[in-house]
């Protein structure tokens, strides 16, 4: 791995400012897919929640031109403070800057990182279903308590080229 997907993999920063420092440019966040779904058994267990509680699901992208980052994350809405959850289900803006906008203090917990094909997600960065992705996992903790859950994709080639 390059140090770039080394930094990506492991951080328990802002994915958006590390992605705008590397490209040198704005990244802005395309939401494909926002909904209220209710925590099955797996997401309630992520979560810590219980199943039948209200989830924010929300799936973006995060593009500097081409897609950089693909992610998806779980929200336990009542965990949240309404201003921000109006924030969260309306803006396409990026969670740590919707975290700083409402002064919410928290830390990130690297949960998984791995590397794999990247099948049908090939598609959203261009690339052939046989190239690598790098994906991670981590949990936004607030209070003691899981804020967000969010899992990442990045394109190890995309990454590459940016070195």
Excluded: C
């Excluded at 046989?130 to 967000?148: A, F, P, Q, T």
């Amino acid at each position: 791995m390059t140090p770039i997907q080394r930094i990506l993999a492991t951080t328990d920063g802002s994915i958006t400012a590390i992605l705008e420092a590397i490209t040198g440019e704005k990244v802005s966040v395309e939401t494909v897919e926002q909904k209220v779904i209710e925590a099955n058994g797996e997401i309630a267990g992520l979560l810590k929640v219980n199943e039948g509680d209200k989830i924010n699901y929300r799936v973006v992208n995060l593009r500097a031109g081409d897609v950089l980052a693909h992610a998806v994350s779980y929200t336990p809405i009542k965990r949240l403070r309404p201003e921000f959850r109006e924030d969260l289900m309306k803006a396409d803006m990026p969670i740590g800057k919707i975290m700083r906008k409402h002064r919410i203090e928290a830390r990130r917990e690297i949960n998984w990182w791995k590397i794999e094909k990247a099948g049908e997600l090939g598609k959203i960065f261009g690339i052939d279903g046989e190239d690598k992705l790098l994906v991670r996992n981590y949990s936004i903790i607030h209070r003691g308590e899981i804020l967000i859950n969010i899992t990442e994709y990045f394109s190890l080639s995309k990454l590459y080229e940016l070195t």
